[in-house]
């Protein structure tokens, strides 16, 4: 899967991101080599590999908030619909917003999506990670647990083509993990997943292929 120059793609495959010759430099510090890789339509793509070994620059590379130092990333469909949890929160805690005007950004994307529409989402969305009893609450004063779970409701609500999640389990209690595996299972169905996980974690055995990164990729 590295090392090529030419990308191609298997005529029974249904490609929807594709990856070619990509590398990364960091502060004179090569972060990724030539890597490529097409991800399908319905593929559920676990992601591990050592700390520092470029995952999450890979992940933030395909969503277009990092540019490669060389090689391209395409995405092979349009007005492709994604939803991202990235590792850590870049919602600042200190900032005065509840919790469900939280969830409901995940909307902004949404095109003429109406007022009732809107609410009634983000509604459905706060049952699903048992959060809507805190609605009202500012972000800053749920737990770290709960912030977590906010944030995965954000990242879901617009219903998405492309689920990228970045160590989905960090600061989630215990008690909520079990429920966070029916959600990612639920989704997998027909939303293609990007999930990366520093251990194979029960969320990482429902994937259909397994990849290992550092610098490269490997197939496991």
Not at 6 to 12: A, L, M, N, T, W
Not at 78 to 106: A, E, H, N, T, W
Not at 109 to 116: E, H, L
Not at 129 to 134: D, I, Q, T, W
């Amino acid at each position: 899967m590295t090392g090529t120059k030419k990308c191609s793609i298997p005529p029974e495959a249904s490609p929807l991101i594709k990856v070619c010759n990509i590398s990364m430099e960091h502060n004179g510090k090569r972060v990724l080599s030539d890597v490529n890789l097409t991800i399908n339509k319905g593929d559920f793509v676990a992601i591990t590999g050592p700390n520092g070994g470029g995952k999450t620059t890979f992940m933030r590379i395909i969503l277009g908030l990092l540019k490669p130092t060389s090689g391209s990333v395409e995405i092979l469909k349009k007005d492709l619909r994604i939803g991202y949890l990235p590792q850590k929160s870049r919602v600042d805690s200190r900032f005065p917003i509840s919790v469900k005007d939280v969830v409901s950004s995940g909307l902004l994307a949404v095109k003429d999506i109406a007022r009732t529409e809107r609410e009634a989402r983000t509604r459905e969305i706060l049952d699903l990670v048992g959060l809507n009893e805190h609605r009202e609450k500012a972000f800053g004063a749920l737990s770290g647990g709960q912030q977590q779970r906010a944030l995965l409701a954000r990242a879901i609500i617009s219903r998405p083509e492309l689920l990228v999640l970045d160590e989905p389990l960090s600061y989630v209690d215990k008690h909520f993990e079990q429920r966070i595996y029916e959600i990612i299972s639920e989704l997998s169905r027909e939303t293609t997943i990007l999930l990366v996980s520093h251990e194979m974690t029960a969320i990482s055995r429902m994937a259909n292929r397994h990849l290992l990164i550092d610098r490269s990729v490997t197939l496991i």
